[in-house]
C-alpha cells in the first residue's frame, strides 16, 4: 500500500502545515512504510486473539477530586504573549 504525493499535500492542507518540497518526498516516504507495516499486520491471522483496548490489565489510576486553590491569574498570565482583561489575546485563525 502506498500513499501519494497528493495524498499528503491534502492532509498536509488539513492540518495547515506548510511543508517544503524535501518534507513532502519524505513524508510521503515514511507514510508509505507505515501503511506497508499496517497492511503485514493485516495479513495476519488474529482469529484467535481476544479483542483488547490495552495490553496491561488497568485499574482507576485517576485520584480522588479534592477541592484546592486556583492558579492566580498573574500566575497564569505570566508567559501568555498578550492579555486582555481576564483572557488570553490570540491571533485570529485564517
Given at each position: 500500500?502506498?500513499?501519494?504525493?497528493?495524498?499528503?499535500?491534502?492532509?498536509?492542507?488539513?492540518?495547515?502545515?506548510?511543508?517544503?518540497?524535501?518534507?513532502?518526498?519524505?513524508?510521503?516516504?515514511?507514510?508509505?512504510?507505515?501503511?506497508?507495516?499496517?497492511?503485514?499486520?493485516?495479513?495476519?491471522?488474529?482469529?484467535?486473539?481476544?479483542?483488547?483496548?490495552?495490553?496491561?490489565?488497568?485499574?482507576?489510576?485517576?485520584?480522588?477530586?479534592?477541592?484546592?486553590?486556583?492558579?492566580?491569574?498573574?500566575?497564569?498570565?505570566?508567559?501568555?504573549?498578550?492579555?486582555d482583561g481576564d483572557h488570553?489575546?490570540?491571533?485570529?485563525?485564517?
Open positions: 500500500m502506498s500513499i501519494s504525493r497528493e495524498e499528503v499535500l491534502h492532509v498536509a492542507r488539513l492540518a495547515r502545515l506548510a511543508l517544503t518540497d524535501e518534507e513532502v518526498e519524505r513524508i510521503t516516504g515514511e507514510l508509505g512504510a507505515i501503511l506497508d507495516a499496517v497492511g503485514v499486520v493485516a495479513e495476519l491471522d488474529l482469529s484467535d486473539v481476544p479483542p483488547t483496548s490495552h495490553p496491561l490489565d488497568l485499574v482507576n489510576v485517576w485520584d480522588d477530586d479534592e477541592p484546592r486553590a486556583s492558579l492566580e491569574l498573574d500566575d497564569a498570565f505570566a508567559n501568555a504573549p498578550a492579555r488570553f489575546r490570540v491571533p485570529p485563525t485564517v
